[in-house]
């Protein structure tokens, strides 16, 4: 169906069925209950689900198979940010013009820096992206914001101003839409304890990062794709076979620098504001963890890690000392402090802590990411060896 | 003339601490072949040395002085630090004054601990993963060593003054014939700069002259052929690691008055170093060395104001934008061999 | 006139002269070998042919077209495939995939945009691939991971990778380097029925002189960066000056 093998299909059902269910699937618990803090069915945080899904899945495009480890991609985030932000100041808050321009100039971006960057491999391009980047949000944060040329509006932030000409306004909304149809509309829904919210800007970044996913797939399965895991596997041979690898690398670089700025064009769909310190490292750090996370060159990984990720950025974050108290309250007192003092370090402001060493332990041990824990631990219980996962992958060099 | 002497000493100091940390990533890369993402957490941890060193000396005995009661009628608290209970009160509160110094001496052994510790449990098993594998697992320990950090110390930066008599300017300009008050120049910068040619000397004097070192040089060179003589290149490389993870920390010490150490300064100097390695030439130590002060210096230039006039904002992307030229017409970087990390 | 026509060709690298005015000369569908001693210029000469090198002077012809200053894809896209001493192949991949790039490769040019096209959906590619795959017996093996193969498998699906894309010119460096005695034999056994069959130009640089002889129809030996005589190997095998510069030392 839609051009995609029996087992591809099957994903794609599934991932399309979680999608559209995520506002139930998200929210298990009663809105009252102790356990609604785990909820994360609302829209704000699931719009960034599915938007740092479309950056890691751009970003598993370029390092999955062609093993090229980018530092430097939260650079085209921000330009699709800035871009889209631009739109909505020049022409109207509607959101189709803005993920346009999102996209074109992001991909001009990566054309240049993948042709500058791409002349050389291994550890030299993990630098290289990673100076561009960092010399971009200098440029972002102090450069283009001067009186003369403000493009960035440096510390502040771009944003839309009501001073602003907006050409194709019109009457239509100030607030950020498709057409008419509002970003932040949502539809509340409740159940007998249970409440569900239906965003408009999580649907629309849902059905786009759809549209992505069966790209990426499509793109893995193409002969395309195939000559990108050989660049990863043995260049050399490839060279030697006919095949000019830089153009596929450069290929490659600009789907996936388009992927990161349809993604930041998103983000300011939904918060019509762009700063440069999306554009910093650790923002390019961060696509890298999530996609290592969930199984870098595996088709639904990234979305997992972003998912993962972003989860527990936002909810495991808001665990406190008091939180783990009630958790352990049917302790003794003395062992109940010392349990939350040991723990303690590891929840809440110390989330970055534990994120790191779960990759750490990724990296260690499982290369392959959850989708790779997942599979053995599928093995474990079906008692026969399971096929290779797509393109199983180490990272190249 | 004189401020053009002014940007190039206030490149200096910058310049070592670039051209320190680069040392060490290059030591690390040249011996281990490993890119260390870790390595300007090396530094933050220095810098937390002098940091911690100041708490304990700082801690008093709390005696109560009846002489003197404050407003709620209660006699006042009189903090006394330990140190100055011990030594008596001139030597204590010298000591006192010259933490960040002293601080040298505590950090020396608990830097090349962590190095071991690092290099033996985590970066050992490494070596024969590919350089992403590499990259990506240093990066997740610079995450981890940086969040403990900040669990300890909080997320501010806190200030650590260098000694009271390095607290002001040297006219600088005087010595070299000036008019006074033309080149004023703080005096702890200056120290940090000629600390930093120090310990960049006794490095090359210890692999230049030593047994040890020459071993070391000739690994680096060829490793397998080392190997084959029957030396233990393994275990001397890990001690290079320890020496490299000093360095690094030692740089963080001693620039802990020139900038207060906090959490992320680590990464933020790591992504600056690397750019100076590569400029620098891969695996090359002179290279390193000589790259750092230089790209410590043209950022300073560039911060003129005649030259922002003329290229706004050229003080911010200087650094980078030498290192993309450098790569691009001499991908081997200024001094770098040939067929280092070339496919 | 022969198929590739080297004239002349001198390299340097440094001080040191690893080619001196080589001419030679390749009949099409013919099995030309080079040997020479260690040091001869053998690899030296193989690299300028596939683009690796540029030879300070003289001219490589193939097929009536300079190959100098051409990259290896465009050099292979004239017609020229290689072997290599270690098997080369895309280890991450599996068999049948190894063999469809270079079905891609001849189909498509040095690059294409077919990012939105299936695999499986390239029904031409996958039946040459699998002829080919019979063609070596492997046929049985072609979804598994190449990196797992024995090096005699993998050095038959290198062969594969190359015939596939019915090369003029089939360059095979030492391509028994490091192998057991049967594993030579069952890689002449190949060569031998690839030559019957695809009727292919071949150069082998090759260090056994019982492959030497089993295979070439013309031999050129090497010494010193200069060819020392070019003849049919009877001729060779009684040739006085190649006995004292190499045949002497090795056992025929």
């Not at chain 1, 940010?81 to 992001?106: D, Q, R």
């Not at chain 3, 039946?127 to 049985?140: C, D, F």
């Not at chain 3, 069952?186 to 690839?194: G, R």
Request: aromatic share 10%.
């Amino acid at each position: 169906m839609l051009g995609l093998g029996r087992k591809d299909t099957t994903l794609f059902a599934i991932v399309v069925l979680v999608t559209v269910l995520a506002p139930f699937l998200l929210n298990p618990f009663p809105a009252d209950s102790a356990m609604a803090q785990f909820n994360s069915g609302y829209p704000d945080l699931m719009q960034r689900f599915a938007i740092y899904g479309i950056f890691a899945i751009g970003f598993n495009i370029l390092f999955g198979l062609t093993g090229y480890l980018s530092f430097g991609h939260a650079a085209f985030l921000g330009v699709g940010s800035y871009s889209a932000v631009w739109m909505f100041k020049l022409l109207s808050m509607n959101v189709i013009p803005a993920l346009i321009l999102a996209v074109i100039v992001s991909a001009i971006f990566s054309v240049v820096i993948g042709f500058i960057a791409l002349r050389r491999s291994g550890i030299y391009f993990s630098i290289l992206t990673l100076a561009m980047a960092q010399m971009m949000y200098n440029l972002a944060y102090s450069v283009f914001s001067n009186p003369a040329m403000n493009l960035t509006n440096g510390e502040t932030g771009l944003q839309v101003y009501a001073s602003d000409p907006q050409y194709l306004k019109g009457n239509g909304p100030d607030v950020t839409h498709l057409f008419g149809l509002q970003m932040n509309s949502t539809y509340e829904m409740s159940v007998a304890g249970w409440k569900f919210d239906f965003g408009v800007g999580y649907y629309l970044c849902a059905v786009i990062m759809l549209v992505a996913f069966y790209i990426a797939i499509r793109i893995f399965r193409s002969p395309f794709g195939i000559m990108l895991r050989a660049v990863k596997s043995n260049q050399h041979r490839l060279n030697y076979t006919g095949v000019n690898p830089r153009p596929y690398n450069l290929a490659a670089f600009v789907i996936s620098g388009m992927y990161a700025g349809l993604a930041g064009g998103l983000l300011a769909c939904m918060d019509p504001l762009a700063g440069a310190e999306r554009m910093q490292w650790t923002a390019s750090g961060e696509v890298v963890i999530m996609t290592i996370l969930g199984g870098a060159g595996t088709l639904v990984g990234p979305i997992l890690g972003a998912g993962f990720i972003k989860y527990f950025e936002n909810i495991f974050s808001k665990i406190n000392e008091n939180v783990l108290h009630s958790w352990f309250h049917w302790l003794p007192e003395s062992v109940q402090n010392f349990v939350v003092h040991v723990l303690s370090p590891f929840f809440g402001e110390g989330w970055s802590l534990t994120m790191g060493l779960m990759f750490m332990a990724v990296v260690i041990f499982l290369p392959g990411g959850l989708v790779e824990g997942g599979l053995r631990i599928g093995r474990l219980f079906r008692r026969r060896p399971a096929p290779t996962p797509d393109a199983a992958t180490k990272p190249a060099e | 003339m004189d401020t053009l002497i002014l940007q190039f000493l206030n490149g200096l100091d910058k310049g070592s601490a670039y051209a320190l940390i680069a040392l060490g990533l290059t030591l690390i890369f040249g011996t281990l072949g490993v890119v260390n993402f870790a390595h300007g957490a090396l530094f933050m941890i220095g810098g937390f040395c002098a940091v911690t060193l100041q708490k304990i000396l700082m801690i008093s005995s709390v005696t109560l002085d009846p002489t003197k009661l404050n407003f709620l009628g209660k006699p006042t608290e009189v903090k006394t630090p330990y140190v100055e209970v011990f030594f008596g009160k001139d030597v204590g509160a010298f000591i006192v004054d010259w933490s960040v110094p002293l601080a040298i001496f505590f950090a020396i052994p608990i830097m090349i601990g962590v190095g071991y510790v690092m290099e033996r449990g985590l970066i050992k098993h490494f070596y024969k993963r590919a350089h992403a594998d590499q990259i990506l697992v240093t990066f997740g320990l610079a995450i981890v060593l940086q969040e403990v950090i900040k669990y300890f110390f909080g997320a501010n930066p806190i200030p650590t003054p260098a000694p009271e008599a390095f607290r002001g300017s040297v006219d600088f300009g005087v010595w070299l014939g000036f008019a006074p008050d033309l080149i004023i120049y703080p005096a702890w910068r200056l120290v940090y700069f000629i600390f930093s040619l120090v310990i960049i000397g006794a490095v090359f004097a210890f692999l230049q002259f030593t047994t040890f070192g020459m071993v070391v040089r000739a690994g680096m060179a060829d490793r397998e052929t080392v190997g084959l003589l029957g030396i233990d290149i393994d275990r001397r490389f890990t001690v290079m690691f320890g020496i490299a993870a000093a360095v690094a920390g030692l740089a963080g010490v001693m620039y802990s008055p020139i900038s207060s150490p906090n959490y992320h300064m680590g990464m933020d100097f790591l992504v600056l170093s690397f750019v100076v390695v590569v400029v620098g030439g891969m695996g090359s130590l002179p290279g390193a060395v000589a790259a750092g002060f230089l790209l410590g210096v043209l950022q300073s230039f560039a911060s003129l104001n005649q030259v922002k006039a003329l290229l706004p904002g050229i003080d911010q992307i200087v650094i980078y934008l030498i290192a993309i030229i450098i790569l691009l017409i001499r991908p081997r970087g200024l001094m770098g061999r040939k067929g280092v990390m070339e496919d | 006139m022969g198929i590739l026509e080297v004239k002349g060709v001198n390299k340097r690298f440094g001080g040191l002269q690893a080619l001196g005015d080589v001419n030679l000369s390749v009949q099409e569908e013919t099995v030309h070998a080079i040997i020479g001693p260690n040091g001869a210029g053998k690899s030296t000469l193989l690299n300028c042919l596939v683009g690796k090198l540029i030879p300070d002077s003289g001219s490589v012809m193939f097929d009536g077209k300079s190959v100098l200053g051409r990259k290896p894809y465009e050099i292979n896209q004239m017609g020229i495939s290689r072997v290599f001493q270690t098997p080369e192949i895309f280890g991450d991949l599996t068999v049948m995939e190894n063999v469809m790039i270079p079905c891609f490769a001849k189909r498509d040019g040095t690059f294409r945009l077919h990012a939105l096209e299936s695999v499986t959906h390239e029904k031409a590619i996958r039946e040459q691939a699998e002829s080919i795959l019979a063609e070596v017996k492997m046929l049985e093996k072609k979804d598994f991971h190449s990196g797992t193969l024995s090096r005699g498998d993998k050095r038959r699906l290198e062969m594969a990778m190359c015939l596939v894309q019915q090369p003029k010119l089939l360059l095979l460096d030492e391509p028994t380097a490091g192998m057991a005695r049967a594993d030579t034999n069952n890689t002449i056994a190949l060569l031998k029925d690839i030559k019957q069959r695809h009727k292919i130009t071949m150069v082998i640089i090759e260090h056994d002189m019982h492959v030497v002889f089993s295979l070439a129809e013309r031999i050129t030996v090497l010494a010193q960066g200069t060819p020392l005589v070019e003849d049919t190997p009877e001729n060779i095998k009684g040739h006085p000056k190649v006995r004292e510069a190499y045949l002497g030392e090795a056992q025929v």
